[in-house]
Structures are given as C-alpha cells and as structure tokens.
C-alpha cells in the first residue's frame, strides 16, 4: 500500500478558461491508476481510470475518435 498523494496537473494545451481537467499520473507506478477530477472543482470527485483505460482514451482524443471538440 502506497501514501503517496497525487500530484495533479493540467495539460499544457489548457488555455481555454478553466474547462479542463486534471490527472495525477505518479500513482500509475504504485497504483496501476490514473486520478481524474474537474480543475474547477478540486474538492469534489475524483475519477480513477486504470492506467490502461485511460491510455485507450487519450490514444482515442488524438485519433480524433470522439469527433471535434
């Protein structure tokens, strides 16, 4: 069992208001998950992805496979 907090981040690409979300990538090593959470809100609810899930989606958003945002 691990301590270690997440480490939240948002991407680089995240200049359009605070419509955003952040991941906490340091627990894939320790956890094999991948924390999600709304940047606006950053006392509410916290998706965990399993790390693969969630490599699946952003190979999904850079295929274009969710169509234009």
């Given amino acids: 069992m ?3 907090s ?4 948002t991407s680089s690409y995240s200049g359009n208001g605070g419509q955003c979300i ?3 990538a ?3 090593a320790s956890l ?5 959470r709304d940047s606006k809100n950053p006392s509410g ?3 965990r992805a399993s790390a693969a899930s ?9 295929s274009g496979g969710f169509g234009a945002v």
């Fill in 32 to 36: 094999g998950v991948v924390p999600v």
């Fill in 22 to 24: 952040e991941v906490a």
């Fill in 2 to 4: 691990t301590t270690e």
């Fill in 45 to 47: 609810p916290v998706l």
């Fill in 6 to 9: 997440p480490r939240w981040f």
């Fill in 54 to 62: 969630f490599a699946s989606f952003v190979a999904g958003v850079k």
């Fill in 26 to 28: 340091n627990l894939v």
